[in-house]
Nanobody
Framework: QVQIVESGGGLVQPGGSLTLSCTVSGTNSPFSWYNMAWYRQVTGKEREEREWLAFISTSREANYADSVKDRFTISRDNEKNTIYLQIDNLQAADTAVYYC?????????????????WGQGTQVTVTS
């Protein structure tokens, strides 16, 4: 059974940085075969309203939402079955639960994709 565990969230002051991690286990195929993405969900929003943030393909091609492309960096370490999301210059509006998603072949489009596997999320709170 596929398990996805996000970590690295916490309480951060505005202007600070965080690196979130997402580790995948239990896949039938090598982790390197999975396309991965980061999303976030603000309190009060429904699951369907999760905001897509970044995507990294099996070939390490990265794509970002326009709203975060200047501050977010996605990367992957296939040896560790892990992807990362570095967030710089954190702002109050970044406060959310951050989710990681995995799929060998995501459906839909880049910004409206569907993924088979999701983690439970990690909370990021930006406050002074």
């Amino acid at each position: 059974q596929v398990q996805i565990v996000e970590s690295g969230g916490g309480l951060v002051q505005p202007g600070g940085s965080l690196t979130l991690s997402c580790t995948v286990s239990g896949t039938n195929s090598p982790f390197s075969w999975y396309n991965m993405a980061w999303y976030r969900q603000v309190t009060g929003k429904e699951r369907e309203e999760r905001e897509w943030l970044a995507f990294i393909s099996t070939s390490r091609e990265a794509n970002y939402a326009d709203s975060v492309k200047d501050r977010f960096t996605i990367s992957r370490d296939n040896e560790k079955n892990t992807i990362y999301l570095q967030i710089d210059n954190l702002q109050a509006a970044d406060t959310a639960v951050y989710y990681c998603a995995a799929d060998r072949n995501p459906g839909g489009t880049l910004t409206k994709a569907t993924y088979d596997y999701w983690g439970q999320g990690t909370q990021v709170t930006v406050t002074s």
